[in-house]
């Protein structure tokens, strides 16, 4: 029986599964790689190996498995790679973008002015760790609807939102 969140993304080659998990970690260090998210989906597009190595890495639920996924390619030609490893790169960056992918409803337009990545993936450690009591790992560990769901389970629908 899988009991692992629906948000974690298997990942197979040869004997070796990695599970990626679109956590706050990974998406604060991928986000950073290349500059943002655009340039990273790029990288994963032209199967750049170094990029491709570290979303593993750094994705990755157990950080050993990962290692032991990716030593087990050296040696794969670069279409067994690419055949491999993009699929589940694209899935896991999508998660990334979008939070919200929980909700029920259709997402409204936004009405407040744009937050760049980083600085949502800043503001929701603080929540975590904050507001939460979360530990940092596990902040780390949490996907931003983990976090979200759990910001709703919080909230204290009586006290007047000027005073929080």
Same mark, same amino acid.
């Given at each position: 029986?899988?009991?692992?969140?629906? @948000?974690?993304?298997?990942? +197979?080659? *040869? @004997?070796?599964?990695? =599970?990626?998990?679109?956590?706050?970690?990974?998406? +604060?260090?991928?986000?950073?790689?290349?500059? %943002?998210?655009?340039?990273?989906?790029?990288?994963?597009?032209?199967?750049?190996?170094?990029?491709?190595?570290?979303?593993?890495?750094?994705? !990755? $639920?157990?950080?050993?498995? %990962?290692?032991?996924?990716? %030593?087990?390619? &050296?040696? !794969? $030609?670069?279409?067994?790679?690419?055949?491999?490893?993009?699929?589940?790169?694209?899935?896991?960056?999508?998660?990334?973008?979008?939070?919200?992918?929980?909700? %029920?409803?259709? !997402?409204?337009?936004? @009405? *407040? &002015?744009?937050?760049?990545? *980083?600085?949502?993936?800043?503001?929701?450690?603080?929540?975590?760790? *904050? =507001?939460?009591? =979360?530990?940092?790992?596990?902040?780390? !560990?949490?996907?931003?609807?983990?976090?979200?769901?759990?910001?709703?389970?919080?909230?204290?629908?009586?006290?007047?939102?000027?005073?929080?």
């Amino acid at each position: 029986m899988n009991n692992r969140p629906a @948000s974690d993304i298997a990942l +197979t080659y *040869g @004997s070796n599964t990695v =599970w990626l998990r679109p956590s706050l970690r990974a998406a +604060t260090v991928l986000e950073r790689m290349h500059g %943002g998210f655009v340039p990273l989906l790029q990288k994963v597009q032209q199967c750049h190996t170094g990029t491709l190595r570290e979303i593993v890495l750094n994705s !990755a $639920t157990d950080r050993a498995a %990962g290692q032991r996924l990716v %030593g087990a390619m &050296k040696g !794969a $030609t670069i279409v067994t790679i690419h055949k491999t490893l993009a699929e589940p790169a694209f899935a896991l960056i999508a998660a990334l973008m979008t939070p919200d992918k929980d909700q %029920g409803e259709a !997402a409204k337009a936004p @009405s *407040g &002015k744009p937050l760049a990545w *980083g600085d949502l993936y800043a503001d929701a450690y603080k929540i975590a760790t *904050g =507001w939460l009591g =979360w530990t940092p790992d596990t902040a780390w !560990a949490a996907t931003l609807p983990e976090i979200m769901r759990y910001v709703t389970l919080n909230i204290d629908f009586d006290t007047p939102m000027d005073s929080v």
